[in-house]
C-alpha cells in the first residue's frame, strides 16, 4: 500500500495501490477491445442506473476465464494492471506462441509455468477441477456450470475454501461466509485474486471518483418529496417511515430481494452471516 505527505487535504487521507511488482510494458494490443460505454443510459437514451457518467478513457482487456487450451504448459511473461478490474492481470505465453490474459493470483511471478488441466499440481495459477482438488485448498475463478468458464471469486483478495466432498458435489465456502454446493466437474484456479490490500484503497478526493466514472450520491432526505420518498421538511428532518425506502417506493435496508423459487436455492447449504 502506497501512502502520501499530507501536503493537501485531500492527500491527507489517500491511499494508493503499489504497483512496483508489476513489469513495465505496454498492454498486449491482440488482446484489447473497446467497448462502448453506456454511462447508466438504457437503449432509449434515458438514465437508468444512477450516479454513472465521465471516467477516463480504457480499453477492455480479453481475458480467458475458461481453459481453452487444456494440458498445454504456459510461461507467464508479464503481470499487468487492469483498469477494468481490482485484482491484477497476467500475460501467459504457449509454446505454440498463443498469449492470453488470466487473473493473477497471489504470488504468481513472472517466468512460472502454470497450466489448465483435469488433474494438475496443486501450484498457485494451476487450474483444475474441483473434485481433484483437496480439502481445505483456496480457490478463485469458480465456474458455476461446468464448461461455462469462470464466473465467481475473481475481485481482488478474494478466495473460496474447499470445505467436503458429497456425493459428486463439492462443498466450497464462498468469500462472503455462504457455503455452496458446485459439481466436481467444474473447473477452478489455485490461489488467491492478487493485490488483496486494494480493500485499503482510500480514494481521499471527490475528482478521483469522477475519473472512474462514478458521478455525486445525493441523499433522499435532501430532495423534495416529488423526488423521494424520504425528502421534505424545513431543514434536516427525520425520513417519517417506519422503514427506509428506495426512490421508487420499495422498502431498502436489510430486505431480503433473493427470488424464493429460484433453481440454485437447494445448493445453498449455508447462507452468508450477517
Request: proline share 7%; with cysteine.
Given at each position: 500500500?502506497?501512502?502520501?505527505?499530507?501536503?493537501?487535504?485531500?492527500?491527507?487521507?489517500?491511499?494508493?495501490?503499489?504497483?512496483?511488482q508489476?513489469?513495465?510494458?505496454?498492454?498486449?494490443?491482440?488482446?484489447?477491445?473497446?467497448?462502448?460505454?453506456?454511462?447508466?443510459?438504457?437503449?432509449?437514451?434515458?438514465?437508468?442506473?444512477?450516479?454513472k457518467?465521465?471516467?477516463?478513457?480504457?480499453?477492455?482487456?480479453?481475458?480467458?476465464?475458461?481453459?481453452?487450451?487444456?494440458?498445454?504448459?504456459?510461461?507467464?511473461?508479464?503481470?499487468?494492471?487492469?483498469?477494468?478490474?481490482?485484482?491484477?492481470?497476467?500475460?501467459?505465453?504457449?509454446?505454440?506462441?498463443?498469449?492470453?490474459?488470466?487473473?493473477?493470483?497471489?504470488g504468481?511471478?513472472?517466468g512460472?509455468e502454470?497450466?489448465?488441466?483435469?488433474?494438475?499440481?496443486?501450484?498457485?495459477?494451476?487450474?483444475?477441477?474441483?473434485?481433484?482438488?483437496?480439502?481445505?485448498?483456496?480457490?478463485?475463478?469458480?465456474?458455476?456450470?461446468p464448461?461455462?468458464?469462470?464466473?465467481?471469486?475473481?475481485?481482488?483478495?478474494?478466495?473460496?475454501?474447499?470445505?467436503?466432498?458429497?456425493?459428486?458435489?463439492?462443498?466450497?465456502?464462498?468469500?462472503?461466509?455462504?457455503?455452496?454446493?458446485?459439481?466436481g466437474?467444474?473447473f477452478?484456479?489455485?490461489?488467491?485474486?492478487?493485490?488483496?490490500?486494494?480493500?485499503?484503497?482510500?480514494?481521499?478526493?471527490?475528482?478521483k471518483?469522477?475519473?472512474?466514472?462514478?458521478?455525486?450520491?445525493?441523499?433522499?432526505s435532501?430532495?423534495?418529496?416529488?423526488?423521494?420518498?424520504?425528502?421534505?421538511?424545513?431543514?434536516?428532518?427525520?425520513?417519517?417511515?417506519?422503514?427506509?425506502?428506495?426512490?421508487?417506493?420499495?422498502?431498502?435496508?436489510?430486505?431480503?430481494?433473493?427470488?424464493k423459487?429460484?433453481?440454485?436455492?437447494?445448493?445453498?447449504?449455508?447462507?452468508?452471516?450477517?
Amino acid at each position: 500500500m502506497k501512502t502520501y505527505k499530507p501536503t493537501t487535504p485531500a492527500r491527507r487521507g489517500m491511499t494508493g495501490i503499489d504497483f512496483s511488482q508489476l513489469t513495465k510494458k505496454s498492454p498486449e494490443k491482440s488482446l484489447l477491445k473497446y467497448v462502448k460505454r453506456d454511462v447508466g443510459r438504457g437503449s432509449s437514451g434515458r438514465i437508468t442506473v444512477r450516479h454513472k457518467g465521465g471516467g477516463v478513457k480504457k480499453l477492455y482487456r480479453i481475458i480467458e476465464f475458461s481453459q481453452t487450451k487444456m494440458n498445454s504448459p504456459a510461461k507467464v511473461t508479464a503481470l499487468e494492471y487492469d483498469p477494468n478490474r481490482t485484482g491484477f492481470i497476467a500475460l501467459i505465453e504457449y509454446s505454440d506462441k498463443t498469449k492470453q490474459y488470466i487473473i493473477a493470483p497471489q504470488g504468481l511471478e513472472v517466468g512460472q509455468e502454470i497450466i489448465f488441466s483435469e488433474v494438475a499440481p496443486l501450484t498457485v495459477g494451476n487450474r483444475m477441477k474441483l473434485k481433484n482438488i483437496p480439502v481445505g485448498t483456496a480457490v478463485y475463478n469458480v465456474e458455476l456450470e461446468p464448461g461455462k468458464g469462470g464466473l465467481i471469486v475473481r475481485s481482488a483478495g478474494s478466495s473460496a475454501q474447499i470445505l467436503a466432498f458429497d456425493e459428486g458435489y463439492i462443498n466450497l465456502k464462498m468469500p462472503s461466509t455462504e457455503v455452496r454446493k458446485f459439481s466436481g466437474e467444474c473447473f477452478a484456479s489455485i490461489g488467491m485474486v492478487s493485490n488483496p490490500e486494494n480493500r485499503f484503497y482510500r480514494v481521499g478526493k471527490a475528482g478521483k471518483n469522477r475519473h472512474k466514472g462514478i458521478r455525486p450520491t445525493v441523499r433522499g432526505s435532501a430532495m423534495n418529496p416529488v423526488d423521494h420518498p424520504h425528502g421534505g421538511g424545513e431543514g434536516r428532518q427525520p425520513i417519517g417511515l417506519k422503514h427506509p425506502k428506495t426512490p421508487w417506493g420499495k422498502p431498502a435496508l436489510g430486505v431480503k430481494t433473493r427470488n424464493k423459487k429460484k433453481w440454485s436455492s437447494k445448493l445453498i447449504i449455508q447462507r452468508r452471516k450477517k
